[in-house]
């Protein structure tokens, strides 16, 4: 025992001392934004971004990692966070969800792991389940169903499951039927068994390319405070806990979430870390609250909010010409009220040829390629004036942000 300590506080020294630099790595976007920009209608965007087609690629902080890359690879696994990387985002996210012995690791939601893990393959785990797994009948027409929180297990059994694609099939009779449901627009070719993280694996490997870090304190599933002693505050401070543990500057750290008590929290206990804090305006999404949302800007202003970052959809709209994308009301208000804007998420609609999906349901009449999403983004990015985005494939963003110059913030 003494001996293995003694060691173990001789490497921690020796790590602490050198600090290892920044791993640099040579960005790569692949062919994808070729092949988009080659997309798009005719017209100055279009010859702009052709005209970029030989710059070299580096990382951009208006590029955030959604997830990763799960475009591709399977959502918060250590292979979709490396792809990410690679493709130069400048800040990378960890959605955080707690286990059952109340340690955090990086999932979408905390109840997910029946849609991006094989949880449900691993017989022992899959008893643990909030909602076992219920085949789909065809002779009722009952859908398959399960639910698997990351708080019915523990660290150790969470460290066993393997990432997958996320998606599920609901008239799958088997267990395997079930877990085979990766939408058509992404790929299965990645999802050999993603390396599932906890936060603080995150931290390690993020900083270990010097980039940022944006946790999402994802809402609860369960009731909390969670085994009667666990509360909400205990949750969001222990996120922020394990950046302090790792001696990560709070100007790196971008924490969010969709609970407004949660960014006043940070606003109280945690000052120079609510400084980059986001807050995830979901009030947007219905017509009657995307009028209070817009409203409310200039007091979230007042009681100390930074950036608001509702869903992209929301950030735009059609000129009375029904043909020109221009910013929204929202967008119009946050920037009045002095708020910077982060918005989400690209890539992640598939294919645009019909209008595109909830993230253009404002200006469908003019999305009809592929290539509008680039329309879109540069509305985003020079009329908005949003300070980065989210999406679900880093390679797009960075090279439009390569080519226009935007790179470093803050
Ligand atoms: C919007 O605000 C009004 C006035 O405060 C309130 O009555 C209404 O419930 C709110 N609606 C939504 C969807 O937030
Ligand atoms: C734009 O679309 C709206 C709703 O579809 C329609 O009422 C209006 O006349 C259109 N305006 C123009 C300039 O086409």
Known sequence: MRVLALTTLAIGLVSAATYPK?????????????????????????QKLQSCSEKDQRQSDFVIAHRGAPLQYPEHTKESYL????????????????????????RHDQCDLHT???????????????????PANPATGTRASAQCCTSDITLAEFKTLCGKMDGFNPLGTTV????????????????????????????????????????????????????GTYTQQQYAQQLI????????DPSRVFPQSFLIDDIYYWIKAEPKFAKQAVFLD???????????????????????????????????KL???????????????????????ITWSFERSGFLNKGGDYYYQYISKVINNDGDMYTVLDVLAKKVGIRAIFSDWPATVTYYANCMGLMLFN
């Open 22 to 46: 920044p791993k640099k790595i040579n960005v790569q976007v692949g062919d994808r934004p070729y092949y988009l920009v080659e997309d798009m209608d005719a017209g100055a965007l279009k």
């Open 83 to 106: 792809a990410a990387i690679r493709q130069g985002a400048g800040t990378i996210e960890c959605d955080v969800a707690f286990t059952k012995d109340k340690q955090l690791v990086c």
């Open 116 to 134: 991006t893990t094989n949880i449900l393959a691993i017989p022992s785990l899959a008893a643990k389940c909030t909602k076992p797994f219920v």
């Open 176 to 227: 395997a039927e079930y877990m085979a449901g990766t939408p058509k627009f992404r790929t299965d070719l990645y999802s050999t068994c993603g390396t599932v993280l906890t936060h603080a694996e995150s931290i390690k490997l993020i900083d270990s390319y010097g980039l940022k870090f944006t946790p999402e304190l994802k809402t609860p599933v369960v009731q909390m405070p969670y085994q």
């Open 241 to 248: 806990n394990e950046y302090k543990k790792a001696k990560i």
């Open 282 to 316: 979901a009030l947007v999404d219905t017509p009657a609250g995307y009028v209070n949302a817009t409203a409310r800007l200039p007091q979230l202003k007042k009681d100390g909010f930074k950036i608001v970052a509702p869903a992209f959809f929301a950030l735009t």
């Open 319 to 341: 000129a009375a010409d029904n043909k020109t994308i221009v910013p929204s009301e929202y967008a119009v208000a946050a920037t009045k009220a002095g708020l910077d804007i």
